[in-house]
C-alpha cells in the first residue's frame, strides 16, 4: 500500500493525488495534522531521504518560527518531528521502505511495474 503524506495542500501534493487518482491506484492519504508518525516511521523515511535535516520544510513560514528549523543533527530533529509532523516537506510518497519527497512521477511509475 502506498502511504501519500501531506502537511499541507500545496501543488505538489495536489500533483501528487491526481497522479494517483488517474491510475486509480489506491493510496493511503496520512494527514500529518491529524496523524502522530511512529518513531520508526520517520527513521525510514530519513534513511530513504538521505538524513532528517532533508524533510523539514526550512522554506515555511510557519516552520521558521520553530526551533527545530535550525537544528542539524537528526538526534534533536527526531523529537521535533515526532512532537509536530508538519515541519516536514510535502508530499511524501512512501511504499514499503521506499519514499520519495515532492513531486515524483517517474519514480511513482516504477513502483507499479
Known sequence: MIQLYISKK????????????ERR??????DLKKHRL???EVQTMAQALG????????EDKKVK??????YDRDS???PAVLECP??????????????????APETWEAWGK
Open 65 to 70: 518560527e520553530h526551533p527545530a528549523c535550525y
Open 51 to 58: 538524513g532528517l535535516s532533508n524533510l523539514i520544510d526550512r
Open 86 to 103: 508538519w515541519l516536514l516537506k510535502s508530499p511524501i510518497v512512501r511504499n514499503g521502505s521506499k519514499c520519495t519527497l515532492g513531486y
Open 10 to 21: 500545496n501543488f505538489d501534493v495536489q500533483k501528487a493525488e491526481r497522479f494517483f487518482k
Open 76 to 78: 534533536l530533529l527526531l
Open 25 to 30: 491506484i489506491p493510496v493511503q492519504v496520512m
Open 38 to 40: 511512529g518513531e520508526r
